[in-house]
């Protein structure tokens, strides 16, 4: 006996009724058998009425593409009810990936020239979803026809489908333009929106669309300014606020239209003046608004005043007690520090309260804006509070803060001392969590201060024999010790407190730190140093200092092994030579570093991107040796370079990083997208004229920062190329702190030179790589 077909609504409920999941399978696929047999009889009467239970069951999730030739059929249908859900079904069932969508192009036309708009709304609605840039181009007169009809039902409906095809082939935006114009005098909130949206996708895709609206400034700016002093429509009102939905995107259209145009920013100025001082802000439809007002603000060239009353609007958003308020706040005063940074200082207590929220994302953005704050004025107060926030801040936070402080302190440091007791604080408190550097600078900031060297010796002292845990404490300790031990015996320093050390207490804490199952190899090579160094600034007999060195001439680590094994022959063989051999180290003079270079308030932004540079990666650079058809370089060790033609073995790292009198070589501009390009400069050190210094300079000028920037270069096997690390890994919006990246080719047979760049980044929010060749260098660069 044939079971009869269900009707939806018992389809429904006998699914919902199913105790297992092998229970609601059985009921659906003798369904979709009793659809599969309604739709191969062809019963015209029941069509609709079994699609639509196959449309519930593909929102279930179960496979429904057998019901795709009936929506076409449905649609060509008479019957409204039949195109209802023949329209429904070919939005849920179709889309541009097949081919079969393009076969409703003639129904959606025919549908569209219809007066009945029921059906027009409905093909707008479809076109509007899985339009493809074909049916897009084929349908859009039709479309634009509609705009001007007298039914605010089609027009709204035909506003929104034109940002559709907008979106789909730009090039369609002048049909559009006139239209825009008269929809502008709209009183029906819905087409108003619409209109608002379609003028702002035009302006975004095309600048000839953006000069023309520039035009209809004041009348966007009468429309807002009739909105906050006598409302719009009362029905669309939230919370007291009229009309926020149209009101934010109005302020949007505003932003880009003022945006580097003088004339339209000072027309606006009043109105976001109004807007940002009569809002109500008990609300958050009130809090949306303002927001926009201040992105609107910070956007376009207003007065000073203006952007002085958004910083403190952002100021008082940090007050709020809804955390996505001051979430918003902290992140967009991170935006405008580099531009206002005067205006953004006088929230920093605020700021600096926002650290000990218990929310991660929250603490993450106060720090990023902490160090952005910190300058010369305020340096101690500010690194004072950071380094409390470091004793407490959870563990994914320590490694940005103590780098952050270490950063601010090589900057603004007032005095030597004092730079040189804030890194001994955050060595004690996050050892573990500094840069890999911290330790060559502070060696050498030590150095560099020979008043403070007693005064140093001695610090580190105490902190070693209180902890030995921190190893890049316990690295700078040891190495301070080997090399002013003889100041730590001395046992008289005025900057500090009386400490009486005997000879053989050093000996034994150095002795301590070797044997410690929590010391690196890296800590037991500075150790075992240390006490080498002592033999030479002790009074006393160096037996002791003999046993440990030979002791660790059988260490499994070779690196240790080798280290006491000369030392071993220093006390035998050269016992002589020892003492001149062991004397201080000399100062390393430093070379000159990015921050001589950018303004203060440039650094002050852009300082947690420059915390830690971003090394290219090996595994990457070695897909790139078939860039140039397999004659690629640029997978070879940097450090060292083969004989050049003249018989010369070149050291790549020996070489100038810059000339005193560069060659005069005209600039190129190698790529632009969406804001970002590419920039290379040249020199060629007249000392060495096989060798071509070019900086590639990323620059970024449009809204949405490009993170994960990495820049990879190929060069045919005749050159030598090193790539040196990049100044970070993130190009800053809106033309912020510029990436930089130096590569040094050597040229020794003068051949013309060919460049392969692979760029890899992430942009408003997609990921993107590009490949492309470089073959238009000047001749300067390789003649």
């Given at each position: 006996m044939v079971v009869p077909s269900l009707k939806l609504q018992d389809l429904i409920e006998e699914i919902r009724g199913a105790k297992t999941q092998a229970q609601e399978r059985e009921v659906i696929q003798k369904e979709c058998a009793h659809i599969r047999a309604s739709f191969r009889d062809g019963d015209p009467l029941h069509r609709h009425r079994q699609l639509a239970k196959l449309l519930y069951v593909h929102m279930l999730g179960y496979p429904a593409h057998f019901g795709q030739m009936e929506c076409l059929k449905l649609i060509a249908s008479p019957r409204f009810t039949d195109k209802r859900v023949g329209y429904l079904g070919a939005m849920l069932l179709l889309d541009e990936r097949q081919d079969a969508h393009l076969l409703i192009t003639n129904s959606i036309k025919n549908d569209l020239s219809q007066g009945i708009q029921a059906v027009q709304g409905l093909a707008l609605c479809t076109l509007s979803t899985v339009g493809s840039a074909e049916m897009c181009r084929d349908l859009a007169t039709e479309v634009?026809?509609?705009?001007?009809?007298?039914?605010?039902?089609?027009?709204?409906?035909?506003?929104?489908?034109?940002?559709h095809i907008i979106r789909k082939v730009p090039e369609l935006s002048n049909i559009f333009l006139p239209p825009c114009a008269q929809l502008l005098h709209e009183r029906h909130h819905g087409v108003l929106l619409g209109t608002i949206t379609l003028i702002t996708e035009l302006c975004e895709r095309s600048p000839a669309a953006l000069k023309h609206f520039r035009k209809v400034v004041p009348q966007l700016v009468q429309i807002l300014w009739?909105?906050?002093?006598?409302?719009?429509?009362?029905?669309?009102?939230?919370?007291?606020?009229?009309d926020p939905f149209l009101q934010v995107q109005i302020l949007r259209l505003l932003r880009i239209l003022g945006r580097n145009h003088e004339e339209s920013s000072e027309t606006m100025n009043?109105?976001?003046?109004?807007?940002?001082?009569?809002?109500?802000?008990?609300?958050?439809?009130?809090?949306a608004v303002l927001f926009e007002t201040v992105l609107t603000i910070m956007d376009i060239r207003s007065v000073a005043g203006l952007r002085v009353l958004a910083v403190n609007i952002l100021g008082r958003f940090l007050l709020n007690s809804d955390k996505n308020i001051r979430y918003v706040a902290l992140t967009s005063l991170l935006r405008v520090v580099q531009s206002d940074h005067s205006a953004v200082q006088r929230h920093r207590p605020t700021v600096v309260e926002c650290l000990r929220e218990p929310d991660a994302s929250l603490s993450r953005r106060a720090l990023e804006l902490s160090l952005a704050l910190v300058n010369s004025s305020n340096v101690r107060?500010?690194?004072?509070?950071?380094?409390?926030?470091?004793?407490?801040?959870?563990?994914?936070?320590?490694?940005?803060?103590?780098?952050?402080?270490?950063?601010?302190?090589?900057?603004?440091?007032?005095t030597k001392r004092w730079h040189i007791d804030t890194i001994l604080r955050v060595l004690t408190m996050a050892g573990t969590h500094v840069r890999d550097d911290a330790v060559a600078n502070l060696t050498q900031l030590i150095g560099g201060a020979q008043e403070l060297h007693a005064y140093s010796v001695r610090r580190l002292y105490s902190a070693l024999a209180e902890d030995i845990s921190q190893q890049p404490l316990v690295q700078v300790a040891a190495w301070c010790i080997g090399e002013y031990g003889d100041l730590l015996l001395e046992g008289s320093c005025e900057e500090t407190e009386p400490l009486q050390v005997e000879e053989e207490e050093v000996l034994a804490l150095l002795e301590k730190v070797l044997q410690s199952h929590m010391s690196l190899p890296a800590t037991r090579g500075y150790a075992l140093t240390a006490l080498m160094k002592l033999s030479t600034r002790l009074r006393g007999d160096n037996n002791r200092i003999r046993q440990v060195v030979s002791v660790y001439g059988s260490c499994l680590d070779v690196e240790l092994q080798q280290r006491a094994v000369e030392y071993n022959a220093l006390f035998q063989k050269y016992d002589h030579m020892r003492a001149a051999i062991l004397e201080k180290m000399p100062l390393v003079e430093r070379g000159g570093t990015q921050d001589e270079e950018a303004k203060e308030s440039k650094e002050a932004q852009h300082s947690e991107a420059a915390l830690v540079p971003t090394e290219p990666q090996a595994s990457k650079l070695l897909d790139l040796l078939d860039l140039l058809d397999g004659t690629s370089g640029a997978a070879q060790p940097p450090p060292l370079l083969g004989p050049s033609s003249e018989g010369t073995s070149v050291h790549l790292l020996d070489l100038p990083c810059a000339s005193s009198a560069p060659a005069s070589i005209p600039n190129l501009k190698v790529f632009e997208r969406e804001g970002l390009q590419l920039n290379l400069s040249f020199v060629r050190p007249p000392g060495t004229p096989a060798l071509l210094l070019i900086m590639v300079t990323a620059i970024n000028t449009s809204e949405a920062d490009v993170t994960h920037f990495v820049c990879q270069a190929a060069v045919p096997k005749s050159f030598q190329l090193q790539l040196q690390a990049p100044s970070g890994d993130t190009v800053p919006a809106q033309g912020g702190l510029p990436m930089t990246q130096l590569l040094r080719i050597l040229n020794p047979k003068k051949a013309p030179l060919r460049l392969k760049l692979r760029l890899t980044y992430n942009h408003f929010g997609q990921s993107v790589q590009e490949i492309f060749e470089v073959n238009n260098l000047p001749v300067e660069t390789w003649q």
């Open positions: 634009e026809k509609l705009l001007l009809q007298p039914g605010p039902y089609v027009r709204k409906k035909a506003v929104l489908t034109a940002v009739t909105l906050v002093t006598t409302g719009y429509s009362t029905e669309h009102s939230i919370s007291g606020v009229s009043d109105l976001l003046a109004q807007v940002a001082t009569n809002t109500d802000t008990s609300r958050n439809a009130g809090n107060a500010m690194t004072q509070e950071l380094q409390s926030f470091l004793e407490s801040c959870p563990p994914d936070l320590r490694a940005d803060c103590a780098s952050g402080i270490l950063l601010a302190a090589e900057r603004f440091a007032p």
